[in-house]
């Protein structure tokens, strides 16, 4: 699994969990922080797709 896809993973569970265990996160931060989470596994699933069509 490509570092961007864990790093994502990790940041869209903690939002989702600081969120409902600590502190409830205003809207507009809990949005950004979300989109960006999304935006990182996407871009480590494109990273990782050119990679292993590198190596063929």
């Given at each position: 699994?490509n570092?961007?896809?864990?790093?994502?993973?990790?940041?869209?569970?903690?939002?989702?969990?600081?969120?409902?265990?600590?502190h409830?996160?205003p809207?507009?931060?809990a949005?950004?922080l979300?989109t960006?989470?999304?935006?990182m596994?996407?871009?480590?699933m494109?990273?990782?797709?050119?990679?292993?069509?590198?190596?063929?």
């Amino acid at each position: 699994m490509n570092r961007w896809i864990t790093a994502g993973i990790a940041l869209g569970g903690g939002t989702i969990a600081f969120d409902h265990l600590v502190h409830t996160l205003p809207h507009p931060a809990a949005v950004v922080l979300f989109t960006s989470a999304v935006i990182m596994i996407l871009a480590g699933m494109i990273m990782e797709r050119k990679a292993t069509s590198m190596h063929e």
